[in-house]
Nanobody, 125 residues
Framework: QVQLVESGGGLVQTGGALRLACAAS????????RGWFRQAPGNERVFVAA????????LYEDSVKGRFTISRDSAKNTVYLQMNSLNPADTALYYC??????????????????WGQGTQVTVSS
């Protein structure tokens, strides 16, 4: 069964940090870029960060640059999102996803096919 499972979410105070993980099962994830997206209540799902299959190309949404770091461990088929200096605007359900084709990662949710169930991140003020 091919699936993505996110973990690491939780409740943290402003200025705190969390590390999200996205574990993949199945060979269908080998060779594909992966991305993180987030969705706050009443809002659309938006891009956060993405990483190429080999980890050499990384893309970040402007508001998280310098605070979030995406990385991957190909041996474990897992992608991580280290989130530092969190603030209430980062509160959302965070999803990871696999890019549809074997190219570089993009920012559009429509470019991704397999999605996890999400992990909740809540930042208190």
């Amino acid at each position: 069964q091919v699936q993505l499972v996110e973990s690491g979410g939780g409740l943290v105070q402003t200025g705190g940090a969390l590390r999200l993980a996205c574990a993949a099962s199945g060979r269908a994830f080998s060779g594909y870029a992966r991305g993180w997206f987030r969705q706050a209540p009443g809002n659309e799902r938006v891009f956060v960060a993405a990483i190429s299959w080999r980890g050499t190309y990384k893309l970040y949404e402007d508001s998280v640059k310098g605070r979030f770091t995406i990385s991957r461990d190909s041996a474990k088929n897992t992608v991580y999102l280290q989130m530092n200096s969190l603030n209430p605007a980062d509160t959302a359900l965070y999803y990871c996803a696999r890019k549809k084709d074997g190219g570089l990662p993009g920012v559009a949710p429509a470019g991704y096919d397999y999605w996890g169930q999400g992990t909740q991140v809540t930042v208190s003020s």
